[in-house]
């Protein structure tokens, strides 16, 4: 089994800056892909940002305020969020694809933060 456990939300006024991190646990071998995710009150859940062994990209309206990074020793995905915008305002979930010692790869949801910008 994997379990995700996030953390790092909170409310910070607007120009302010929060970190959030997001561990996995469990039946790891590898991580291919850790992505960060979030979901607005009335609004479909859209992509933040994601990063490969390789490779980031980050959603237009996040783009170079939001920093993606990992640590694959730690399992753990970060997301550095500099200048918030009231926009940004949303419960913030990490997904991580994972690749098992053993059984098929599982894709993981974080149980969710909340992010809140004041004006």
């Known amino acids: 089994q994997v379990q995700l456990v996030e953390s790092g939300g909170g409310l910070v006024q607007a120009g302010g800056s929060l970190s959030l991190s997001c561990t996995a646990s469990?039946?790891?071998?590898?991580?291919?892909?850790m992505g960060w995710y979030r979901q607005a009150p009335g609004k479909q859940r859209e992509l933040v940002a994601v990063i490969t062994s390789g490779n980031t990209n980050y959603a237009d309206s996040v783009k170079g305020r939001f920093t993606i990074s990992r640590d694959n020793a730690k399992n753990t995905v970060y997301l550095q969020m500099n200048s918030l915008k009231p926009e940004d305002t949303a419960v913030y979930y990490c997904?991580?694809?994972?690749?098992?010692?053993?059984?098929?790869?599982?894709?993981?949801w974080g149980q969710g933060t909340q992010v809140t910008v004041s004006s």
């Open positions: 997904n991580l694809n994972i690749i098992r010692a053993w059984g098929p790869n599982v894709n993981s």
């Open positions: 469990g039946n790891i071998f590898a991580i291919a892909t």
